[in-house]
């Protein structure tokens, strides 16, 4: 007999009674965060919420695309090189004599002075 299968059998009765009251739990908070965002939403836009999605239901099966209402639509945050480049191109560029170097070009040495030392420390030890 496989000694692992039957000590997951086991054990099942406890590990599925704390999930139990873990999602009970889950469930309350989850209501709690749910009655706060509805609060907050303005009611004329609530309404028009549930139009909108009252008409997608009804027609999602003859035309998928009704669905797409249902599609999240969120903007990608640039990455750390884009916001550093898009910051030297505003400011001054690293050649540029010190006196003249904007806030944002300094910044930008020191992360890659930091970076250095970190990958310098990394190949030490």
């Given at each position: 007999m496989n000694d692992s299968n039957f000590c997951k059998m086991?054990?099942?009765?406890?590990?599925?009674?704390?999930?139990?009251?873990?999602?009970?739990?889950g469930i309350a908070k989850s209501g709690r965060a749910f009655d706060r965002l509805d609060e907050a939403a303005p009611s004329h836009l609530k309404t028009e919420w549930l139009?909108?999605?009252?008409?997608?239901?009804?027609?999602?099966?003859?035309d998928s695309a009704a669905m797409d209402l249902y599609d999240i639509n969120i903007k990608k945050a640039p990455s750390k090189k884009e916001i550093e480049l898009r910051l030297l191109e505003?400011?001054?560029?690293?050649?540029?004599?010190?006196?003249?170097?904007s806030v944002a070009t300094w910044i930008s040495m020191g992360l890659a002075i930091e970076e250095a030392q970190i990958a310098l420390?990394?190949?030490?030890q």
């Open positions: 086991i054990h099942m009765k406890r590990t599925l009674c704390q999930k139990y009251k873990l999602a009970k739990n139009a909108q999605e009252r008409v997608s239901q009804s027609s999602r099966i003859r505003d400011g001054n560029a690293r050649n540029a004599a010190p006196s003249h170097r420390l990394i190949k030490i």
